[in-house]
């Protein structure tokens, strides 16, 4: 089984940065887009960021030019690099890996708090 482990979150000032850490377990890279989604409380999932394993990045509109996606794969590492913090930022932030030719074939990891209050 695929097991995604997220770390770096905590608390930060607006304007701050913070940058995350998803270890993948195994050799995934070759055939996994992975991902960053968050979740904020009462509200949905939502996509911040994607990386293919050919290094194309996908951005939501609120995380284009503060947000970084990338990927380490003789590390099996994805990180997002996150500046200009805002509060709006708060949430749940997950990693995810999806199979991209079987691509009903997702994983998750559990989550890491990122809370940007002053």
């Known amino acids: 089984q695929v097991q995604l482990e997220e770390s770096g979150g905590g608390l930060v000032q607006p304007g701050g940065s913070l940058k995350l850490s998803c270890a993948t377990s195994g050799s995934i890279f070759s055939s996994y887009t992975m991902g960053w989604y968050r979740q904020a409380p009462g509200k949905q999932r939502e996509l911040v960021a994607t990386i293919t394993s050919g290094a194309r990045t996908n951005y939501a509109d609120s995380a284009k030019g503060r947000f970084t996606i990338s990927r380490d794969n003789a590390k099996n590492t994805v990180s997002l690099q996150m500046n200009s913090l805002t509060p709006e930022d708060t949430a749940v932030y997950y990693c995810?890996?999806?199979?991209?030719?079987?691509?009903?074939?997702?994983?998750w990891g559990q989550g890491t708090q990122v809370t940007v209050s002053s």
């Open positions: 995810n890996a999806r199979n991209t030719v079987q691509y009903w074939l997702t994983y």
